[in-house]
């Protein structure tokens, strides 16, 4: 079972880093680093994947909110509150925010969309999300590729190759979950 499952991540991993960073994947990003530590992925291979599917997210989001902002997701949007919010800020601070969008909890899907919608240019847009992509894989990647490192200290040499796959699959579940939960709580919460 184990081999198994050690063939898929090695053989399809960066695929599901790349879609997990497309769809708001810190921990995506985080396993990929790890990944890389364990020699199961090549360390720029899943800094390229996170950086890739991050840029890409960011910039589909940006492209439905300029051409199909009729499309009943964007408009969906617009009736959040995060949406009046990310709103305000990117007419106030339009280069910081998209650089910024992706680190500011709750935005980073909406704000997409709202710079789409804003008249920021094409060009612009991506230059600025491409040096935020850049770095967001650096500090995401990174983290996961010191975890590796921690993890491997704190457990020794005692555990084979499948085992710590497993404690990254299972500890990346876990921070998956956890962060649904904290999205749906706030979610909530934001709109009393």
Known sequence: MT??????????????????????????????????HQRIFVPWQAFAVAFAGSFTGDTLLFLAGRRFSSLPLVVRMRRKPGFRYANRLLR???????FANRYIYGTRIVGGVV?????????????INGLSALLWASIFCGIGYAFGLGAERLLGAALHEHQRLLIALGGGVIFGIAAYLASHYGARHQGE
């Open 115 to 127: 710079a789409g919608l804003s008249g920021i240019a094409l060009w612009r847009f991506f230059l």
């Open 3 to 36: 081999d198994t499952l050690h063939w898929l991540v090695a053989r399809y991993g960066l695929i599901a880093v790349f879609l997990g960073c497309v769809a708001e994947g810190e921990s995506a990003a985080i396993l990929g680093g790890f990944f890389a």
């Open 92 to 98: 106030r601070y339009p280069n910081l925010f998209v």
